[in-house]
């Protein structure tokens, strides 16, 4: 059974910059496409940012040209660089894993607080 662990949330000013992680077990992550989500308090869960299995990035467009997702096949980790980070981007980042099946794996999702 796969499961994600998320971590490097945490508390931020504006401006500033974070790097979530997301570590998969089992082995199918390779064959996964990765992305990141993320949920700000009474609003619903957003998509942020997705990697195919060969490299292929794509994001929405509040966070392009300030987050690069990444993936590392070998750790079966997949990252989240945040950079100029602003309190619009305060939220619950989780991790998704989506398998050949098209089924939706989540992590447990990690805090990011930008203060202002």
């Known amino acids: 059974q796969v499961q994600l662990v998320e971590s490097g949330g945490g508390l931020v000013q504006a401006g500033g910059s974070l790097r979530l992680s997301c570590a998969a077990s089992?082995?199918?992550?390779?064959?996964?496409?990765m992305g990141w989500y993320r949920q700000a308090p009474g609003k619903q869960r957003e998509w942020v940012a997705t990697?195919?299995?060969?490299?292929?990035?794509n994001y929405t467009d509040s966070v392009k040209g300030r987050f690069t997702i990444s993936r590392d096949n070998a750790k079966s980790t997949v990252y989240l660089q945040m950079n100029s980070l602003k309190p619009d981007d305060t939220a619950v980042y989780y991790c998704?894993?989506?398998?050949?099946?098209?089924?939706?794996?989540w992590g447990q999702g990690t805090q990011v607080t930008v203060s202002s």
């Open positions: 089992g082995n199918i992550f390779p064959i996964s496409v």
């Open positions: 990697v195919t299995q060969k490299g292929s990035t």
């Open positions: 998704n894993l989506r398998t050949v099946l098209l089924i939706n794996i």
